[in-house]
């Protein structure tokens, strides 16, 4: 068995540690945060990618609009994607007045968008593969609310289970 110098004292093999490193996708919005608590969160769950699932990646919110949060990110060594096709178009999303409306974009955005968008889900796949800890951001504070919550289980199921999530 190797042992990890910094994981000496609890006689973990690197097999074991590795099996800890299970693929992780978070889910988190903006909504009630600043930047510096989001970046925070972030950081506290070894996040190395956020993919941006806002159809249009822009915020008042300072920190939050594509280019600056693409830049901020990289400073604190987080890379940065924007995935379009994942989004949900402005008109749609204006529409929702009720809690019915609510669930009814979702049910659509389940039965239609992520059925169809096999390239922008592949292309999350690939991230997964790659960084091992992606998190999926937008606006809502709420992941019940928000689409990104949908496309995080529809990640798990098409790994059969073997990807954990947690919504930050």
Same mark, same amino acid.
């Given at each position: =068995?190797?042992?990890?110098?910094?994981?000496?004292?609890?006689?973990?093999?690197?097999?074991?540690?590795?099996?800890?490193?299970? =693929?992780?996708?978070?889910? #988190?919005?903006?909504?009630?945060?600043?930047?510096?608590?989001?970046?925070?969160?972030?950081?506290?769950?070894? *996040?190395? #990618?956020?993919?941006? *699932?806002?159809?249009?990646?822009?915020?008042?919110?300072?920190?939050?609009?594509?280019?600056?949060?693409?830049?901020?990110?990289?400073?604190?060594?987080?890379?940065?994607?924007? *995935?379009?096709?994942?989004? #949900?178009?402005?008109?749609?999303?204006?529409? *929702?007045?009720?809690?019915?409306?609510?669930?009814?974009?979702?049910?659509?955005?389940?039965?239609?968008?992520?059925?169809?968008?096999?390239?922008?889900?592949?292309?999350? =796949?690939?991230?997964?593969?790659?960084?091992?800890?992606?998190?999926?951001?937008?606006?809502?504070?709420?992941?019940?609310?928000?689409?990104?919550?949908?496309?995080?289980?529809?990640?798990?199921?098409?790994?059969?289970?073997?990807?954990?999530?947690?919504?930050?």
């Amino acid at each position: =068995m190797v042992i990890l110098p910094e994981h000496a004292e609890s006689d973990i093999s690197i097999t074991e540690l590795l099996a800890e490193m299970q =693929m992780k996708i978070f889910t #988190i919005g903006y909504e009630g945060r600043d930047f510096e608590e989001y970046l925070r969160l972030l950081e506290e769950h070894a *996040v190395r #990618i956020v993919v941006d *699932v806002r159809r249009d990646p822009v915020s008042r919110k300072p920190g939050f609009s594509k280019r600056r949060m693409s830049e901020l990110l990289a400073e604190a060594g987080i890379s940065y994607e924007h *995935v379009p096709e994942l989004g #949900i178009a402005k008109a749609r999303r204006f529409s *929702v007045r009720t809690r019915e409306d609510s669930e009814k974009l979702l049910r659509w955005y389940r039965e239609e968008v992520l059925e169809q968008e096999h390239g922008a889900l592949k292309k999350l =796949m690939r991230f997964l593969d790659e960084f091992q800890q992606v998190a999926l951001t937008c606006y809502e504070a709420d992941p019940d609310r928000c689409h990104r919550k949908l496309v995080a289980e529809k990640l798990v199921d098409l790994r059969s289970g073997k990807i954990e999530c947690m919504h930050l």
